[in-house]
Nanobody, 116 residues
Framework: QVQLVESGGGLVQAGGSLRLSCAAS????????MRWYHQAPGKQRELVAT???????NYADSVKGRFTISRDNAKNTVYLQMNSLKPEDTAVYYC??????????WGQGTQVTVSS
């Protein structure tokens, strides 16, 4: 069983930055693929960024060049650095952990609001 706790959300002006953190407990963090999703009001949850156990990363086209996902296996934490934020980035951001046997775990989410 993996538990995930996100933090770092908040209100920021367009063009600003935020760094989200997701602290994991339980399981073996370093072998899990970690992802960040976001969900805007009235919309489906969408994949934002992925980082594998080997450190390979992938991003949604909408955030490429602005967001960076990283992980610190010593701290069992994954991060999402968000720069040049836009109002359309406003959403609840969720951390996801996928184990090698494809079990999925979710955090409770953290709200990001970008004002214009």
């Amino acid at each position: 069983q993996v538990q995930l706790v996100e933090s770092g959300g908040g209100l920021v002006q367009a063009g600003g930055s935020l760094r989200l953190s997701c602290a994991a407990s339980g399981g073996i963090f370093r072998i899990n693929t970690m992802r960040w999703y976001h969900q805007a009001p009235g919309k489906q949850r969408e994949l934002v960024a992925t980082i594998t156990s080997t450190g390979s990363t992938n991003y949604a086209d909408s955030v490429k060049g602005r967001f960076t996902i990283s992980r610190d296996n010593a701290k069992n934490t994954v991060y999402l650095q968000m720069n040049s934020l836009k109002p359309e980035d406003t959403a609840v951001y969720y951390c996801n952990a996928q184990t090698p046997n494809r079990n999925n775990y979710w955090g409770q989410g953290t709200q990001v609001t970008v004002s214009s």
